[in-house]
Nanobody, 129 residues
């Protein structure tokens, strides 16, 4: 299992932007499923975006489509989440996750099922109105 460390969270006003980073201790390119989740107080953890095999496939939650972009720097073993046009309802602790997958479809099922072997400690995002 890889170790994951998130960074880049903070406090912004509505309409602002943040870029989250997730640094991995090891290789996360080919046949790896990487994902971002978030959890607001009193709510269940929900999937935000997922990326398979370095960018071969990506999926987004409906409420972040067009605003968030997931990407990966394979040379740096780092996953990113660019968040634009932030809304107060985006306020949450954001986590990255990693696990091996044989296909983009399998990666999607992992994301929907919230089933990953490696998790980061989270980074807080707070959006004020």
């Amino acid at each position: 299992q890889v170790q994951l460390v998130e960074s880049g969270g903070g406090s912004v006003q509505a309409g602002g932007s943040l870029r989250l980073s997730c640094a991995s201790s090891g290789y996360i390119y080919s046949n790896y499923c990487m994902a971002w989740f978030r959890q607001a107080p009193g709510k269940e953890r929900e999937g935000v975006a997922t990326l398979y095999s370095g960018g071969e496939d990506t999926y987004y939650a409906e409420d972040v489509k067009g605003r968030f972009t997931v990407s990966q720097d394979n040379a740096k073993n780092t996953l990113y989440l660019q968040m634009n046009s932030l809304k107060p309802e985006d306020t949450a602790m954001y986590y990255c996750a990693a696990g091996r997958s044989s296909s983009g479809g399998a990666c999607y099922r992992r994301w929907v099922g919230v089933y990953f072997e490696s998790w980061g400690q989270g980074t807080q995002v707070t959006v004020s109105s």
